[in-house]
């Protein structure tokens, strides 16, 4: 069975074939815009576990770079949590510490609350207290949450602490914010972590 008559050019053939791809890319481009408004909500507003994973290995890149030698990383539960695990993996498996909290709201303002004003470690942490230690925040924006926890670790006896964040906005009030992954305009929303898909899931106790 033949396509083509005999007398059929190469010329005829090729333009033929551009064609068929012409109306395959437009199948293509439909089905796309078709498609899309559907997944866009849902798959877009998230970042997928590659790309979390380079803006944790470009945060400890900085860190390394920096020169300092931490002795303690204390996460933000939940997501900052997770975030001082993946970080504590690149950095020799330093220790990890995850301290939670809860935002109280009123009167047009936000107060942070770490439900105790330090904590209390087994006495073989005493020499650690001298030491640099890094507190992490998954997010940056506006940095309360960063600034009560490094009140607390102060009144907890560390005298040497960096804060640090994945990703900050650009209005953030952590001016004195030593690593970040990843800053974002702060007329727009970064995309959330990968764990935040998860059903009912919530970044703090209430």
Known sequence: MKFFSDNVTIVEIIAFVLVILQILFYIVQLFYLIISPITANKFRKFMSWRQYNRLIDKLAKSIKKGGINYKMIVGIGRGGAICAASLSCRLESIPVLALDREYITGNNSKIVSFYEDQIILNNKYDE??????????????????????????????????????????????????????????????CKKFPWEKQKNYKDTMK
């Open 128 to 189: 650690m207290k001298k030491e640099h230690i890094l507190i992490l925040s998954q997010q940056s924006d506006p940095g309360i949450t960063l600034s009560a926890l490094e009140k607390v670790m102060k009144n907890s006896g560390f005298e040497k602490i960096d804060k640090c964040a994945v990703l900050k906005s650009e209005k953030t009030n952590d001016v004195d914010l030593r690593y970040c992954a990843f800053t974002y305009s702060a007329d727009k929303k």
